[in-house]
């Protein structure tokens, strides 16, 4: 296991449509982490899960985001109805929790919506 | 609620150069952690160095150290001997411990780009 990653690395989808991403974290680590990042700026927390359980979700996902972690492995991340603002670089990053504050950041997806 | 604050939105230095990135927070929290980040054009954001506000002692890792006053919420870090591989956009953010049962999300500043001449 050499890090995170997330698949795809790019997505192109015309307003409207739905669209699902995937992020693998390190194998050991208990938490795991979704941000949004715009051009130019830092990172923005949106929602976060503690093995299965998602324990916090910010006021930037709305009704139309939805992130899962089933069995408390890989994680997916979901947009319906996409709008343009939601075109941005979708980060997943992992930590080992009480074992280590750090969080460890996958490549990144970014979406781009027409 | 906590808040990272990164003024200086660029920077550019010398190839070999030493720089100092400013860096400062409020949190009322009293266990926490400081990271830079380092996110190069187009590539994955990578952990640079890491500060535990219970440490007293400034955390360096190689040519790149921190000076951490916790008092005046204020982390920064200073690069060494500039490389043009440190060319990036460096990210200061913050943590509560995760032993306080807090939402240990990272709270992010805006970044300072920083550009190293030859």
């Known amino acids: 296991d050499t890090g995170v990653s997330q698949d795809p690395r790019h997505k192109i989808t015309k307003r409207g449509q739905n669209v699902t991403f995937r992020c693998d974290p390190i194998?050991?680590?208990?938490?795991l982490y979704w941000y949004r990042q715009t051009l130019g700026q830092g990172p923005e927390f949106l929602t976060y899960f503690q093995n299965e359980a998602q324990l916090e979700k910010s006021r930037l996902l709305s009704d139309r985001f939805s992130a899962e972690r089933p069995k408390g492995s890989f994680s997916t991340l979901e947009i319906q109805r996409t709008e343009q603002g939601d075109s941005a670089m979708y980060l997943c990053?992992?930590?080992?929790?009480?074992?280590?504050?750090?969080?460890?950041f996958g490549p990144g997806t970014r979406l781009t919506v027409l | 609620a906590q808040t990272v604050t990164q003024s200086q939105p660029e920077m550019s230095v010398q190839e070999a150069e030493t720089v100092t990135l400013s860096c400062t927070y409020d949190t009322s929290e009293n266990n926490y952690y400081l990271f830079w980040y380092k996110q190069p054009p187009s590539r994955q954001m990578i952990l640079v160095i890491r500060?535990?506000?219970?440490?007293?002692q400034n955390a360096t890792e190689n040519r790149f150290s921190v000076n951490f006053q916790k008092a005046a919420k204020s982390f920064s870090l200073k690069i060494s001997d500039s490389q043009l591989g440190d060319t990036a956009m460096y990210f200061c953010?913050?943590?509560?411990?995760?032993?306080?049962?807090?939402?240990?999300?990272?709270?992010f500043g805006k970044g300072i780009t920083l550009s190293v001449r030859p």
């Open positions: 500060q535990e506000a219970y440490k007293q």
């Open positions: 990053a992992s930590s080992a929790g009480l074992q280590g504050a750090e969080q460890f």
């Open positions: 953010a913050f943590t509560p411990s995760p032993y306080t049962g807090a939402n240990s999300k990272l709270t």
């Open positions: 194998s050991e680590h208990n938490r």
